[in-house]
Structure formats: structure tokens, C-alpha cells
């Protein structure tokens, strides 16, 4: 059971909009910045967004990041079907002895 | 370019014992802050293990402390994992990241990934 919590699925068609929530609770997203990694099969995760809504060089402005007091969301948009993948949440969480902590993961299919 | 390449993975029977590496190339190694990721088949991610820049803080998650030993090599841009006692439960695709400043909060980037398999 992961301390934050994704759904575990999403699907939009291709040039739609999809968003993955990822919710958590006052000892870590609500007191944390969140990161978003994109994870395709036998590969290793790449980071998307950090700080809840930055963007590293290279990441298509398509994907955004946005956080409301304990949850947050990664936006895609203009789907491709190159983004079938799946998808992180990540962040530090204070309770004692937690550490780094991520969501179990979302995959995205875009039909 | 950064980059990240672990090795030392492979097949371990329980209670028996593993060290993995992750060398780093593309960046100053020893200032930054370094993690060990986990993956075990099917499944999410799993933070295994901190280090800091120079060495003097580690932390554990609860899964492996007690069995697990971070270190790093500044002079050999390397990082590493000891792993002892292993178990069943540890087989996973162990991965290296860098942290990133400021925050710290995440992650940038991440090693190729090498298999660990605990098994009889």
C-alpha cells in the first residue's frame, strides 16, 4: 500500500487532455513539493516535474503541474500515443522514519 | 552528458549478501546528494536508501535498515549499496538518481536500473 495514493488507470483519446491526481496528507504533500516521473516498460523513470510545477529543460510544456493542500496533479495535454506510459508521484514525507515516498503508479492509455 | 550506470546485480540465495554500483560520469559527483530506488516486479517505486553530499548523513527506509549500508567513493565519481541478509522481498530492479538542489525533492537523473533476484 503506498502512502500516496493514484488511481491506477487513466485513458483519453489522442489530441485530448487527461489529468492523474496523487493524494497524500499533511506529513507529505501538504508540507512537501512534489516531483512526477514518466516510466515506460523495461525503462528507468524520467523525471517530468519537481517543485509541483516546474518543468526540467527537454519536457514539453504539454505536461503541467499544479498542488492543492494535500493532493496534486499532473495535466497532459494534446495526448499522444507516445505517452502511453506510467506515471509517479513522488515527495518527501516528515513522519518519522517515512523518507521519499511515491504513488503506486498510473497507467495511461491513450486509445 | 550526466550520466548514471549501475551494476553488481544478479541472482542471490536468501540470507546471502550483494553490492551494487553506481558510477557517475557528466557531473561534480561529490556535490550532490545521492539516493537508491527500488522496483520489485509489477510494482511502484520504493525509496531505499539517502546519502549526502560528503557522506555524513544516510538514512534507510524501514525495509532495509539494519540490513543495508550506503557509502560513496568521491574520488571514483561512485556510489554504492551494500546488501546483506537479503531476502525474497528484495528482488527488485534497484535504480541510482541524483537529487536535486534546492529542494531536494526529486530526483534527476536515474541509472539504467540492475535486477536483484532473491531466490532459492
Known amino acids: 500500500q503506498s502512502v500516496l495514493t493514484q488511481p491506477p488507470s487513466v485513458s483519453a483519446a489522442p489530441g485530448q487532455k487527461v489529468t492523474i491526481s496523487c493524494s497524500g496528507s499533511?506529513?507529505?504533500?501538504?508540507?512537501?513539493?512534489v516531483s512526477w516521473y514518466q516510466q515506460f516498460p523495461g525503462t528507468a523513470p524520467k523525471l517530468l516535474i519537481y517543485?509541483?510545477?516546474k518543468r526540467p529543460s527537454g519536457i514539453p510544456d504539454r505536461f503541467s503541474g499544479s498542488k492543492s493542500g494535500t493532493s496534486a496533479t499532473l495535466g497532459i495535454t494534446g495526448l499522444q500515443t507516445g505517452d502511453e506510459a506510467d506515471y509517479y508521484c513522488?515527495?518527501?514525507?516528515?513522519?518519522?522514519?517515512?523518507?521519499?515516498?511515491f504513488g503506486g503508479g498510473t497507467k495511461l492509455t491513450v486509445l | 552528458e550526466v550520466q548514471l550506470v549501475e551494476s553488481g546485480g544478479g541472482l542471490v540465495q536468501p540470507g546471502g549478501s550483494l553490492r551494487l554500483s553506481c558510477a557517475v560520469s557528466?557531473?561534480?559527483?561529490?556535490?550532490?546528494?545521492m539516493i537508491w530506488v527500488r522496483q520489485a516486479p509489477g510494482t511502484g517505486l520504493e525509496w531505499v536508501s539517502y546519502?549526502?553530499?560528503?557522506?555524513?548523513?544516510?538514512y534507510y527506509a524501514d525495509s532495509v535498515r539494519g540490513r543495508f549500508s550506503i557509502s560513496r567513493d568521491d574520488a571514483k565519481n561512485s556510489l554504492y549499496l551494500q546488501m546483506n541478509s537479503l531476502r525474497a522481498g528484495d528482488t527488485a530492479v534497484y535504480y541510482c538518481?541524483?537529487?536535486?538542489?534546492?529542494?531536494?525533492?526529486?530526483?534527476?537523473?536515474w541509472g539504467q536500473g540492475t535486477l536483484v533476484t532473491v531466490s532459492s
Open positions: 499533511t506529513s507529505n504533500i501538504g508540507d512537501n513539493y
Open positions: 557528466g557531473f561534480t559527483f561529490s556535490t550532490y546528494e
Open positions: 513522488g515527495t518527501w514525507d516528515t513522519s518519522p522514519g517515512a523518507g521519499w515516498v
Open positions: 517543485d509541483d510545477n
Open positions: 546519502i549526502s553530499d560528503g557522506g555524513h548523513t544516510v
Open positions: 538518481a541524483r537529487l536535486g538542489r534546492d529542494s531536494g525533492n526529486w530526483f534527476d537523473p
